[in-house]
């Protein structure tokens, strides 16, 4: 007979079910449906408690993630940190096309996705907690430098994200007010735009809200705008 493996059952709303369930010494969390301000909450909740209940860490499935944004991110990279100070890991195993266009857009799926063995996580944390700073070139001898470079990495590129997560809720905000988007679909003009005129999706969100403070938005930034909500406006 074959033994019972205990799933929890999914956290359901109107736009996102959680499914959590053991993994080995491992706990696989499958995510489906949409990761933004109103769910934020919901989604760190289930991932804090899987990374508690595990020895290893968290195996994430996000491949049914049809929409995440910022905020859905900065959950993602706090968990992972969380999980790091525990000798643990936060490891991305599936994304959907839209999640793999936010990692890439931010720099990020290095860091979530295919993370080192635990054993290699677990060496760095607790260097960090048994060694003083004068071992340190001693701790750069037994090749512990590069993980912490990885560490400091993580710690910036997570700041950065917490930095531009407003004014990109904002730029989504004026596209939802000036031509009566959704979020989601606010979000994917965002993404269209900053990959079609190769502008860095924070660097676009400031051009949009200095737009409405009366600063010009440029004439090619403009076009690829009317394109694309034109295009999710009127689908083929």
């Given at each position: 007979?074959?033994?019972?493996?205990?799933?929890?059952?999914?956290s359901?709303?109107?736009?996102?079910?959680?499914?959590?369930?053991?993994?080995?010494?491992?706990?696989?969390?499958?995510?489906?449906?949409?990761?933004?301000?109103?769910?934020?909450?919901?989604?760190?909740?289930?991932?804090?408690?899987?990374?508690?209940?595990?020895?290893?860490?968290?195996d994430?499935?996000?491949a049914?993630?049809?929409?995440?944004?910022?905020?859905?991110?900065?959950?993602?990279?706090?968990?992972?940190?969380?999980?790091?100070?525990?000798g643990?890991?936060?490891d991305?195993?599936?994304?959907?096309?839209?999640?793999?266009?936010l990692f890439?857009?931010?720099?990020?799926?290095?860091?979530?996705?295919?993370?080192?063995?635990p054993?290699?996580?677990?060496?760095?944390?607790?260097?960090?907690?048994?060694?003083?700073?004068?071992?340190?070139?001693?701790?750069?001898?037994?090749?512990?430098?590069?993980e912490?470079?990885?560490?400091?990495?993580?710690?910036?590129?997570?700041?950065?994200?917490?930095?531009?997560?407003?004014?990109?809720?904002?730029?989504?905000?004026?596209?939802?007010?000036?031509?009566?988007?959704?979020?989601?679909?606010?979000?994917?003009?965002?993404?269209?735009?900053?990959?079609?005129?190769n502008?860095?999706l924070?660097?676009?969100?400031?051009?949009?809200?200095?737009?409405?403070?009366?600063?010009?938005l440029?004439?090619?930034?403009?076009?690829?705008?009317?394109?694309?909500?034109?295009?999710?406006?009127?689908?083929?």
């Open positions: 007979m074959s033994p019972v493996v205990a799933v929890d059952p999914p359901v709303s109107a736009s996102l079910k959680i499914v959590t369930r053991p993994g080995g010494t491992r706990t696989v969390v499958v995510v489906s449906g949409e990761i933004d301000i109103d769910t934020e909450q919901a989604v760190r909740r289930a991932l804090r408690l899987a990374l508690a209940r595990s020895h290893g860490g968290v994430l499935d996000l049914g993630v049809g929409f995440c944004d910022c905020a859905g991110l900065n959950v993602l990279l706090s968990v992972r940190r969380l999980a790091l100070t525990d643990k890991t936060l991305v195993r599936a994304v959907s096309a839209g999640v793999e266009r890439a857009l931010t720099d990020t799926s290095t860091l979530l996705r295919h993370a080192p063995e054993a290699a996580i677990d060496g760095v944390v607790n260097a960090w907690h048994e060694h003083s700073p004068t071992t340190h070139d001693l701790m750069e001898e037994n090749g512990v430098s590069d912490a470079e990885e560490l400091r990495v993580e710690l910036e590129q997570l700041k950065r994200a917490m930095l531009t997560r407003p004014v990109i809720d904002l730029a989504r905000g004026v596209l939802m007010a000036s031509f009566a988007l959704s979020p989601e679909d606010a979000w994917s003009v965002l993404v269209d735009v900053s990959q079609h005129t502008t860095k924070h660097q676009l969100a400031e051009e949009l809200v200095d737009s409405v403070n009366g600063t010009p440029p004439e090619h930034l403009q076009q690829r705008i009317s394109t694309a909500v034109a295009e999710i406006s009127h689908p083929a």
